[in-house]
């Protein structure tokens, strides 16, 4: 199916740039979809456009206004002021991916697709085992388009969950002519970004390409932790009568250090909380690499934190680090002026860890069971508890204190003898596959018929590593643990093996002249296989019976059709309407998330490879939308779209040891799977563009009421159940956890967008506001955060044409939440009552930003 493509100045962030300015950066556009996709043509690059004979709404985002949001801006983060849409990251680029989250008409990150000249970028959970994020697949500055399709994805869309809507980045082509391009940013917390890229112009008749690189260092704002890394892209391109090769390569090497989340707890009626729970403080900045302070003024001799801190303690640091190579290879092979293939092979290879130093005492029951010799036949109410090393319980009779401080001695001891242990998740992805596509113009009939395969190989490792007190130099947020030491143990090991296919047939029918009909489906298809050749120890991890569970499950759908039309009154105005249906696949992630792999029994496992349901949803949508010139100088483009959303056998991953560290306990733990039914979404968008000269007003309001359509309860053994009751309140009744009719939690009803901009000459200024309404923090909405409203402002000058011999020359000053506002950005949701983990909002931050191009 294809898309209703939208200007920038539409539905998106800032109509911004006069025609001439924009005119000088046409040659960053990215490379072009299947021709009915490709974004609209129009005299007027400041006014909204809107496509006559698409059926579902997508939203075009320019590079160019990417960087303007902020210069080497992710491109998820750089989407967040389009309607329905909430992104929420606690840096201002949008690259820390512990603390990332996005919603998209209620759907939330790892329900949508995300490619990058179509090549699949995976589910985008953090930890992730099929993809990389956008900003890791393509420089920033590289970036030629981001198609954002808010109701539902492409048919052809490379993805095994995109359930509602789909994310599509697009890198530049090479340009025409010889050029060098070259920006540096500076500003707040010591951020440096260096970019640079080469273009060879046209050489060889029919060849172009261009080589970059990016580098980024920049502190975090509340912790002595340095975000950054290097990244580096490559592309060729050969375009001749007979067909198209592409050639694409991408290293990006990262280290992201985090912060952790806040522990919230909200007492139910009539109860209160202690004072341990009502700690919470704003942030949880570590203490790296204050190593002498942290081990004897904040940890105990034994290594555990303060008991006043309760789950909200510090750690020394925490990090994710990420390697990728990712190499693709498209040609599209012109048969004739009707008929084209289009075949893309592509490869992806993923190391990395995610590490946490932190407490011996926090971490103690995953330690004791490997590093204590006795621990095998000591009383289970002898075993040490979380922040209790070395201290006996009231009920053990079988130790002395005395024994007991000295069985805590003799683990800090066997882990290096400063009171830290590391915990690392280490990664490995290895993945290639094939993605094609015919493209046949009948005229009356355009038809398309195409596949995707994909093989992916992945391992998981949860690894634990001592911290010398003698070097701790061995121990930072920039050194991978396994590169310093040997791990004291490996608690498990995962490995899977996912083979995905993709089919899909759809037609475009010019009916007649106003009419368009639009119809096809596709199929989705996937085995995998998930087992452990190491298992933890008994003890070890929360929730688990037995073994981690291992086994095949294959999942398949080969019809998931979509229709839809367009009429067209008058040029002007336009109705449409699309019905979709989408499938999400059983993640086959093997170190916790939401799948079957770590459910915490084999029989969970079993139920659900028999009895199971993948997620999937109908999606139904239509609306009108209208371009009008008022004046010579005045204009007015508005949408105004109603989705409804049929949300079939929803998953919910309930953790048996929520925590602060990314919402999960240090010592991790299974997760109880339910299927609490069907979820019912409601929304509207609308949105208008006024222009009148050289000042543009962007406005969208946004309203989404996703409500689960029954209660659920959960079983011990480690699945659960949609009830099909409604018995309402907060507390949860014989088992039965009162969701029925409650909103999803971490997606607001309400959400509103505003951008301001006045382009004079070369002097551009621009206001964006976001407003984000209030959000519930648990699955029975006993707890909630309130609404926040940010805005940023961006002022830049352009050096006239003619005075210096380049091509560009600008300078730009970004402030980002320019009010200083506090409050909560990301949600880390999963419990349904009581308590939920959340990260700070990014205080204020400016960044200065000098860019040439010659």
């Not at 840096?91 to 000249?117: C, K, R, S, V």
Request: glycine share 10%; net charge neutral; hydrophobic share 35%.
């Amino acid at each position: 199916m294809t898309r209703t493509s939208v200007s920038l100045l539409a539905l998106t962030i800032s109509l911004l740039l006069p025609a001439a300015a924009m005119a000088q950066d046409t040659d960053t556009a990215g490379p072009t979809p299947p021709a009915e996709a490709a974004p609209p043509e129009t005299t007027d690059p400041s006014a909204i456009v809107v496509t006559g004979r698409e059926t579902r709404t997508s939203v075009v985002l320019p590079g160019t206004e990417m960087q303007k949001i902020l210069p080497g801006v992710s491109p998820l983060k750089a989407i967040q002021t389009l309607p329905g849409v909430l992104y929420i990251t606690a840096d201002p680029w949008g690259y820390n991916e512990q603390n990332a989250q996005i919603f998209i008409h209620g759907f939330a990150g790892n329900q949508l697709g995300y490619t990058m000249d179509g090549i699949p970028l995976g589910d985008q959970s953090y930890g992730n085992y099929n993809g990389l994020s956008p900003q890791r697949a393509v420089i920033s500055e590289n970036v030629g388009r981001v198609v954002v399709s808010t109701g539902a994805g492409d048919l052809a869309t490379a993805s095994n969950s995109n359930l509602g809507g789909t994310v599509e980045t697009y890198s530049s082509d090479p340009r025409p002519t010889f050029g060098i391009d070259l920006a540096q940013t500076i500003g707040s917390y010591d951020t440096s970004r260096t970019f640079a890229r080469v273009d060879t112009g046209t050489f060889g008749g029919n060849n172009s390409a261009y080589i970059s690189a990016a580098r980024q260092r920049a502190r975090a704002w509340d912790f002595r932790g340095y975000q950054g890394g290097w990244q580096a892209n490559a592309k060729f391109v050969h375009d001749d009568s007979i067909g198209k090769l592409t050639l694409y390569f991408d290293y990006n090497d990262m280290t992201q250090p985090n912060e952790d989340s806040t522990v919230f707890f909200k007492p139910s009626a009539g109860n209160t909380a202690t004072p341990v729970q009502l700690y919470t403080p704003y942030t949880k900045p570590f203490f790296y690499p204050e190593f002498d302070t942290y081990r004897n003024s904040y940890l105990s001799p034994l290594g555990n934190s303060p008991a006043t801190e309760g789950s909200n303690y510090r750690n020394y640091y925490s990090d994710a680090q990420r390697t990728d190579y990712l190499a693709y290879g498209r040609y599209d092979a012109h048969f004739s002026d009707k008929v084209t293939l289009s075949t893309t092979a592509y490869f992806h290879h993923n190391d990395g860890a995610g590490v946490v130093a932190g407490p011996l005492g926090q971490s103690i029951t995953t330690a004791q069971p490997y590093l204590d010799p006795a621990y095998a036949s000591l009383p289970a109410n002898c075993r040490f508890t979380a922040n209790a090393n070395g201290v006996r319980s009231a009920a053990c009779t079988a130790l002395t204190p005395a024994q007991a401080a000295a069985a805590g001695a003799a683990l800090v001891a066997a882990t290096g003898g400063s009171g830290l242990i590391t915990r690392t998740t280490e990664y490995r992805i290895d993945r290639y596959g094939v993605i094609s596509a015919l493209a046949i113009d009948l005229g009356a009939h355009n038809i398309e018929i195409g596949g995707w395969f994909e093989h992916n190989s992945t391992t998981q490792w949860r690894r634990w590593y001592g911290v010398d007190a003698a070097d701790p130099a061995s121990s930072t947020p920039y050194i991978r643990p396994l590169e310093a030491a040997q791990p004291l143990f490996t608690q498990y090991q995962g490995e899977a093996r996912i083979n995905q296919l993709q089919l899909h047939v759809q037609d475009s029918w010019h009916v007649f002249d106003p009419l368009r009909v639009q119809f096809g489906f596709k199929t989705s298809a996937q085995w995998a296989n998930g087992w452990f050749p190491v298992q933890p120890k008994v003890g070890s991890l929360s929730g688990l019976t037995g073994g981690l569970p291992q086994g095949k499950i294959d999942t398949k759908n080969w019809f998931l059709p979509a229709v839809g039309a367009t009429w067209d009154f008058n040029g002007h105005e336009q109705v449409y309407f699309n019905v979709q249906k989408n499938l999400r696949q059983y993640p086959a992630y093997l170190a916790g998330g939401g799948g079957p792999w770590f459910t915490g029994s084999q029989a969970a496992f079993d139920a659900f490879a028999d009895e199971g349901k993948p997620e999937s949803s109908w999606t139904y949508e239509g609306g009108l939308r209208t371009s009008r010139s008022l004046a010579s100088d005045v204009s007015i483009n508005a949408q105004i779209n109603y989705y409804h959303v049929v949300f079939n056998n929803r998953l919910l991953a309930i953790s048996t040891n929520p925590g602060g560290i990314a919402g999960g306990g240090i010592t991790g733990g299974t997760s109880i799977l339910v299927n609490v039914g069907d979820v019912h979404t409601d929304g509207v968008d609308a949105a208008f563009t006024l222009r009148v000269g050289a000042f543009s007003l962007y406005n969208a309001t946004s309203y989404n009421l996703s409500k689960y359509q029954s209660d659920y309860t959960s079983t011990a053994s480690g699945i659960g159940a949609a009830t099909g009751t409604c018995i309402g309140g907060y507390l949860v009744t014989a088992g039965v956890v009162p969701t029925c009719g409650k909103q999803l939690p971490g997606t607001p009803k309400w959400m509103n967008k505003s951008v301001a901009t006045l382009a004079i000459g070369p002097i551009e200024a621009q206001v964006i506001g976001d407003y984000v309404g209030r959000r519930y923090a648990t699955f029975s909405n006993d707890a909630s955060v309130p609404s926040y409203f940010l805005t940023s402002f961006r002022l830049a000058a352009r050096m006239p044409d003619g005075i210096l011999p380049l091509r560009k020359a600008e300078v730009a000053l970004n402030i980002t939440n320019l009010m200083d506002k506090k409050g909560v950005s990301t949600l880390s949701v999963g419990s349904a009552t009581n308590g939920y983990s959340a990260y700070p909002i990014a205080p204020r931050q400016w960044f200065l930003t000098l860019s040439a191009a010659y």
